[in-house]
């Protein structure tokens, strides 16, 4: 069974950074795209980066182009999103996803994941 479990969210002030965590388990992910996605109040959940777990290809929303990173640490079979100069806007709940996607461009979408972690809570205060 596929088990996704984020850490790592918390409270920063505006500019600070913090560094997501999501262990993977369960199977293997070799083929998988990993994502990122955030929900904020009211909102829909929407896409923030996205790493193939074979080759290493990355995708980022605009709005956070330049600021998060997303990696893997194979060894530890671990998915990280590194944020950096957080604004409060980025304030939400951050999911963790794996699904088996082909393209990138597919990685956006919410739909093409089947596996979802719990959510980890980034407040980024003013």
């Known amino acids: 069974q596929v088990q996704l479990v984020e850490s790592g969210g918390g409270l920063v002030q505006a500019g600070g950074s913090l560094r997501l965590s999501c262990a993977a388990s369960?199977?293997?992910?070799?083929?998988?795209?990993m994502g990122w996605f955030r929900q904020a109040p009211g909102t829909e959940r929407e896409f923030v980066a996205a790493?193939?777990?074979?080759?290493?290809?990355?995708y980022y929303a605009d709005y956070v182009k330049g600021r998060f990173s997303i990696t893997i640490d194979n060894a530890k079979n671990t998915v990280y999103l590194e944020m950096n100069s957080l604004k409060p806007e980025d304030t939400a709940v951050y999911y963790c996803?794996?699904?088996?996607?082909?393209?990138?461009?597919?990685?956006?979408?919410?739909?093409?994941?089947?596996?979802w972690g719990q959510g980890t809570q980034v407040t980024v205060s003013s």
């Open positions: 996803a794996a699904g088996n996607i082909v393209g990138i461009w597919s990685s956006a979408y919410v739909s093409n994941y089947p596996y």
């Open positions: 790493i193939s777990w074979s080759a290493g290809s990355t």
């Open positions: 369960g199977r293997t992910f070799s083929t998988y795209y």
